[in-house]
């Protein structure tokens, strides 16, 4: 191991390194406040003051229920162990510098680096010889080689691997559980060395207490993105089976718990959509990661799969209507849920803003209701009213409660589509309404 790496190495084990994190979100605040309570000298940068000052004050800028994290940002303020400020030349001492700012993909689903290479440009002008610099934002197999270094060298004019050190350590939270998922989920330590890796390894297990695997960078990248892209093929072949046992007459929810007693076997849950910061994005880094290299077939068409079936809620609406002689222009639609998520008010790439914009395109008036969300918080059943069909897009336990007869009185017509089968079709039936499951063949409720 190079003397530098050595003493990094050192500095690390008795928490002396001092550590810059770029990009207080959702990833790298909590990221740098667990840092900080474990002993390290935490100073934190982003471009927006109004987010500086609130952390300065203790005060935690994250939305949304985070268990732990105000209480923890308020301590390792008031400490001194945690600052924040927009200058990157106070970086200029950091031993260890995290990057965790957002990778969007634009309307190409191409990724946009815009926030990683000004903090790029902007970190290379300070870096310190000796200095680790870790990725922890989720990345395109190839970007650490092809934006991150060459970035990093050209501006600082030093040489990665023996002046700075690179590595890649993908995020694995989950906006609810920031905390927990940042101690509890293991991680990939890409080095790009061995001996980086292995500082990483060091460096992380002062907050992670699950698994640290060493791998090189470009392991890291796929690791990530291919977990996620995993993720939403699986999702998207549970869509499409629904959509397939809706159209020879069967139950998807029988079909698929008859499936998964067999061996190997674990059909996910069709649904209305797939939604958030994740799913929707990691499958396109990593196709974009294969260059063009590969004739990708799959992960292109799990994302179509999945992106399609907010509008196969709208054919099953627009077959209800049809079936009572009703025209849906003009109709008033209650959409049930607007959180990406059950149990959550995150609305990133929520599938109900993509069927609420298809329903306004088709001169519908549209109503949401989201226990969640505000301004979509009014009950369930005053949402229902006078309106000509309910949809259910998310699977709040709220959607899982609400009195079917109540709901068959408040409706003007008396039509529930259920995106998220949260409702027993028969008790459904039996209060009087118009029942659509996603997966649910026409024929198979009334057996
Ligand atoms: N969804 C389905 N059917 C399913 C599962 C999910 O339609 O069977 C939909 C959800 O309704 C949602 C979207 O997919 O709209 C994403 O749901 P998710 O359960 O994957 O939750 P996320 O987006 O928070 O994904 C995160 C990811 N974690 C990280 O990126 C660190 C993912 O890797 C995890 O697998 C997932 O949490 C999890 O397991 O909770």
């Avoid at 005060?59 to 400020?85: D, F, H, W, Y």
Wanted: hydrophobic share 40%.
């Amino acid at each position: 191991m190079t003397a530098n790496l050595q003493t990094l190495h050192q500095l690390v084990s008795i928490r002396q390194a001092k550590v810059g994190v770029v990009g207080l979100g959702y990833v790298g605040l909590p990221v740098a406040c667990m840092l900080a309570e474990a002993g390290f000298r935490v100073t934190g940068l982003d471009i927006k003051q109004e987010r500086i000052d609130m952390i300065n004050a203790g005060i935690s800028p994250v939305e949304g229920k985070e268990p732990g994290l105000a209480e923890l940002l308020e301590r390792v303020v008031q400490n001194g162990k945690l600052n924040a400020t927009t200058d990157f030349i106070t970086l200029s001492d950091a031993d260890i510098i995290l990057i965790d700012v957002e990778t969007p993909i634009d309307e190409n689903n191409i990724p946009q680096y815009r926030a990683l290479k000004a903090a790029c440009k902007s970190l290379s002008a300070v870096v310190r010889n000796g200095a680790l610099v870790i990725v922890e934002s989720t990345i395109a197999p190839g970007t650490m080689e092809r934006v991150v270094r060459p970035l990093l060298e050209e501006v600082s004019g030093k040489k990665s691997g023996q002046d700075f050190f690179l590595g890649a350590c993908p995020e694995r939270v989950m906006p609810g559980k920031l905390l927990a998922n940042l101690q509890s989920m293991s991680r990939v330590c890409g080095g790009d060395t061995p001996e980086v890796a292995e500082v990483m390894v060091n460096f992380y297990r002062h907050i992670v207490q699950a698994d640290l695997d060493q791998a090189d960078l470009i392991t890291a990248e796929l690791t990530k993105t291919a977990e996620n892209a995993y993720r939403d093929v699986n999702i998207a072949f549970a869509n499409e089976l629904a959509k397939i046992c809706q159209s020879v007459g069967a139950d998807f929810l029988k079909v698929r718990t008859l499936v998964n007693k067999s061996p190997g076997r674990n059909v996910l849950m069709a649904g209305a959509g797939v939604g958030g910061h994740c799913i929707p994005k990691d499958p396109w880094l990593l196709a974009y990661g294969a260059e063009g290299n590969v004739d990708l077939r799959l992960i292109p068409a799990a994302r179509y799969v999945n992106d399609s079936m907010p509008e196969h809620l709208v054919s099953i609406l627009e077959n209800a209507f049809a079936g009572l002689g009703k025209p849906l222009e003009g109709s008033k639609i209650a959409v049930l849920g607007y959180a990406y998520l059950e149990e959550s008010d995150d609305i990133r790439n929520s599938p109900s803003e993509t069927l609420v914009n298809l329903l306004d395109a088709k001169n519908v008036e549209v109503v949401v209701q989201d226990p969640y969300v505000h301004g979509y918080q009014q009950s369930v059943l005053d949402s229902l009213e006078g309106c000509d069909a309910a949809i259910v897009m998310v699977a709040h336990q709220a959607y899982r409660e609400f009195d079917l007869n109540d709901a068959k009185v408040r409706l003007r017509t008396p039509i529930l589509i259920d995106g998220r089968r949260v409702i027993d079709p028969q008790k459904a039936v039996d209060a009087g309404l118009h029942y659509f499951g996603l997966g649910l063949g026409s024929t198979s409720k009334e057996r």
